[in-house]
Each structure stands twice: as structure tokens, then as C-alpha cells.
């Protein structure tokens, strides 16, 4: 008789977790196989289901094997039950593959050899570690404000958490929950068209010198290179490129705020 279950190592209450205390959990696997019994899809569907209305920053799954078996041919197993709790996670979630991390760590040694304690161990050993980071409730407010279906063609608007580094075109951390808002926010407006422009912090002295031709060309270059993330960001989300443009506007709009919100992208509808 298999012997098969998922064992939550920590539940949470969902509304006051911060991506720093990530959900966790374990699936557990048959010998030789990497497929997710029903049981234990129905107990996955349920983790899911309850943390739906939370944002997700990002998702990791490591996967293992027991000790039997070739390395190699187990480091592909390990592989392949990683894409499967990935696949049921895409089918039931309407979330982005990007924020899906996942690896193939291959087998775990025994660490003793009573008969008993090998079974034991093997079994633990035939597992996939779940980790699930959301941001909390009070972000998730600031993100999902917005729907796309209630702005005319023309309007400007933005997401307040899709920012960059200084002086690079690297995503904070903190943007994918706002990533993925735009994202269902194109899946849900199908006929909308919009433009990704982006922006740039000059300081004040920066700004008294911008006519040198040289910092001009710099500043533009780095602020379409930014409205260019997002623009592939969609695109290899699902986004047609034929709903899509962007370009960028240098230092050209400074908000007159921290540094970190000049640092940029804004969205304008070309087309509902």
C-alpha cells in the first residue's frame, strides 16, 4: 500500500505575511516516479487557492531523490519533479512562470543504516521543498488599485513599485509583485494598446550640465533600456508585440520626490 501525503512545515496567517517569511511545504513522491498523485494535487490546489488574492514575488522549488538509482539518471528525476509541481502551479494559478524558480538537486545519501531508518530516510529523501513568497496585504492594496478597462486612450498612469537600480536597467526586487498587476491587467484588456516610457533621476547639478550632448544621449539610452525591460517582460509573458511600444524620456520628468521614483517606467494607452 503506497504511503503517500503532503506535509505542511509551516501555515501563517496569509494577511500579515511579509516576503521576507516565505510559505512552506514538502511533496513527496513514489520510487522511480515524478508524477503528483491526486491526493496530493488536491492538497496543492487547496495552498493555492487559499493564497490566491495575495501577490506573489516569487516561488522556489528544489526537488530530490533517494540514494537508488544512477546520479545522473536521478538528477534528471529531480529535475522532472520540480516541472511537475511548476506545471500544476501554472494550471491552477494565474500567476507569471518568471517568478517560478526551480532546481534538481538530485539524490540525498543515507546517513545510517538501520532497516527501518533507510526506509524512513528514502521516502523524506523522495521530495520537492516549496517555497512561497507574497507580499503583504497593505502591498497588495497599493498594486491592484488600478484596472486598465477604466482608462481612455491617452491617459498616462504608472505602478508605483515597478523601479531600478541607480544607474542601471535591474528591476528592484520589490517590482514583480506590480509586474504581474500589468500583466493581468493586459490579459484581462485584450484589445488595449499601450506605450512603456521610461524614466531616469538626474541631481541638480546633473541637470544644470544635461545640455551636453553626451549626457543626453546616456540618459535616453538608459531610460529606454528600462521601458525595454518591461516591453520583454510581456512579451515573453504572452503580450503580442503589436499591443506594444516604448521609449525613453531621459531626466526629462523628474517627480520631485525620493531619487527611487524617478527611476522609472510610466504607461500611456495609445489604444483601448
Partial sequence: MKVVHLFLCCICCLGELFASDPIKFSIYFDTDSSSIVLQQQESLKKIIHDIAANSIQEIQIEAFCDDRGRAVYNQKLSLA????????????WNIDST???MSGKGEVSLENSSVLTVQKQRYENRRADVSIYITNAKDNQKVDDLE?????????????????EGGKSTLLQESKASLLALLHNMQRNPTYQIQIIGHIHLTDEKRKTIFDT?????????????????????IENGIAANRLSYLGKGGSEPLRKDPKYDRRVEFKVVKK
Avoid at 486598465?148 to 513599485?161: C, I, M, R, S, Y
Avoid at 549626457?215 to 510581456?234: A, F, K, Q, W
Fill in 81 to 92: 519533479r520540480a516541472k511537475s509541481i511548476k506545471n500544476i502551479l501554472l494550471s491552477n
Fill in 99 to 101: 517568478v517560478i524558480k
Fill in 148 to 164: 486598465l478597462h477604466t482608462l481612455d486612450e491617452g491617459a498616462v498612469f504608472t505602478f508605483h513599485h515597478i523601479l531600478f
Fill in 214 to 234: 553626451k549626457d543626453i544621449v546616456t540618459g535616453n539610452m538608459l531610460s529606454e533600456e528600462r521601458s525595454h525591460v518591461v516591453y520583454r517582460y510581456l
